[in-house]
């Protein structure tokens, strides 16, 4: 019986002693005071604190941990603008006093959160409130590099660093997202517009060019057919007038009369008239006095063409 009290003594200060041992989950760091004043630092695992006097204030973590944002903001032209935004940050490091900061700079962690929101939604609006609507959308990046220049410092001085920070989405009022929408529609059918003008000016342009080759080409080949249609007439009058020549030599050689010759061509063509005329009525003067006048004129222009030939350079 005079062993129990010691048996009680004992199991007391076991009791006291295993109270002393703390465990730090990976990821997490535990701040002890003293009597309500820093103490110490106890990293990851198995530690010991002196029981009754070393309290764990505070389990810290030193993961990265993200927060969500929705806020809005006016601009210089008084449109609403709706922005989503994550942020990603973490504690700066793990020296005494940064976790210190990080324990004991703000009232618990809600009032740390509520600070954070405000510091990022009060720099986004004032850079808001200095642009024009129109030029939100294409400042995603200017935005996210003013937050960052002006959170970086206020985080530090809080004992923690932003890694990145993203807006997700940006919108505008419903009036404001369907005048956009029509601006940019009417922008595009504008650029059609002027797409299909140049589109046409250039088929035109390209029609008349081929229109104008078209007509020099027929030109110069109506030029060319002329050229050889009268080159080919020339020679056969010009081989027609040797043969009467030769074949009036011939008939003067003989003692015949020249105009029996031109008898011949009229008979001959006469002929030629009855065998090719396909039933059309061609009116001729049979008569010897027709006849007379018609080889009169016929002797006439053969006169004319040799003269004619007789008066160019080169003839003698």
Known sequence: MDQIPFIIVGVAVLLILFSGFVTVNQGYVAVVTIFGKYRRIMGPGLNFKIPFIEIVHRRISIQ????ELEFQ?????QANVYFKAMLLYSVFNQSDDVIKNVAFKFVDERNFMQALIRTIEGTIRSFVATKRQAEILSLRTEIIEEVKKHLDDTLEAWGYHMIDIQLNDITFDDEIIKSMARVVA??????????EGQALLITKTKAAEAEGNAIKISALAEKEAAMQRGQGIALFREEVAKGMAHAAKEMTDADLDASFLLFSMWTEAIKHFGENGKGNVIFLDGSTDGMNKTMNQMMAMMQLDQKTDNSKPGKK
């Open 73 to 77: 903001a006016v601009t210089q032209d």
């Open 64 to 67: 990265n941990r993200s927060v």
């Open 186 to 195: 009417s922008s595009n059918l504008k650029a059609a517009a002027e797409n």
